[in-house]
């Protein structure tokens, strides 16, 4: 079972999901410090944090699956935001710097077949970012929000995926410490939460964020056939089926 782009964005506007938002915005930001001059993508739901990035990358698009709906991203100006089948990017080869996964890999049925599609956008060394729900913490546990829906995964389960999927983890950071729920008293001191995580129970967190390179030597046959075939995508509204036609 997984979410839709229109619960996604109601928990976000919510007192915790605004929560979330800012902290797991540090971490993002902590490891793309500078992104001038780059091609910027967010996969799955990752508008949330793709705006810290507005005006300072070369080129920044959502990229949202066809299973969750698309929504018009950013409120205001020309969409940033497509619908898109995740196992068929419509971007060529080569053609992204940066990749950032939210809400995306946990709830994959084909998560290798869309690892390695990033790795096809992703030009030499390009970065992909993931954040995913930590099987240990206990945000997979809960599902009163998103991070409790999908499969989880552990640190070991994320390195092998990627190394299989011709990608080198080379940053890991773990997040939301606090609690999964609303509570005021909870709320009040989310940097005191994520302090004491990560001094008591740094493994035990809500989430793992791991920043992974493209192996370049690992290279992988062009797929002309399929590209041929690969049809274009359009946005529609969350909850409207998408039409394809073939190019």
Avoid at 189 to 199: H, I
Wanted: charge should be positive.
């Amino acid at each position: 079972m997984h979410l839709d782009a229109i619960d996604l964005k109601d928990f976000y506007a919510r007192r915790l999901g605004l929560l979330v938002r800012r902290l797991l915005r540090r971490r993002i930001r902590a490891r793309w410090k500078d992104v001038k001059g780059m091609r910027v993508f967010g996969l799955g739901f990752a508008t949330p944090y793709l705006a810290e990035f507005r005006g300072e990358a070369h080129a920044l698009g959502a990229l949202m699956p066809a299973r969750f709906g698309a929504l018009s991203w950013p409120p205001h100006g020309p969409s940033m935001a497509t619908l898109v089948d995740e196992t068929e990017l419509p971007l060529a080869d080569e053609t992204a710097d940066r990749i950032l996964l939210v809400h995306m890999l946990e709830w994959s049925e084909r998560s290798r077949t869309l690892l390695r599609e990033i790795w096809r956008v992703l030009g030499p060394g390009g970065r992909l970012l993931i954040v995913v729900p930590n099987r240990r913490g206990l945000w997979a546990r809960v599902d009163t929000t998103p991070f409790g829906y999908g499969s989880p995964f552990s640190r070991s389960q994320l390195t092998q995926l990627l190394k299989e999927c011709m990608f080198d983890p080379e940053g890991w950071q773990y997040a939301l410490y606090m609690p999964p729920f609303n509570w005021r008293v909870l709320m009040r001191w989310p940097t005191f939460w994520e302090r004491l995580g990560l001094f008591l129970w740094p493994t035990f967190s809500g989430v793992i964020v791991v920043e992974a390179t493209k192996q370049v030597y690992a290279a992988m046959p062009a797929r002309e056939a399929e590209r041929k075939m690969r049809r274009r995508i359009v946005p529609v509204p969350a909850g409207v089926a998408p039409r394809k036609t073939a190019d």
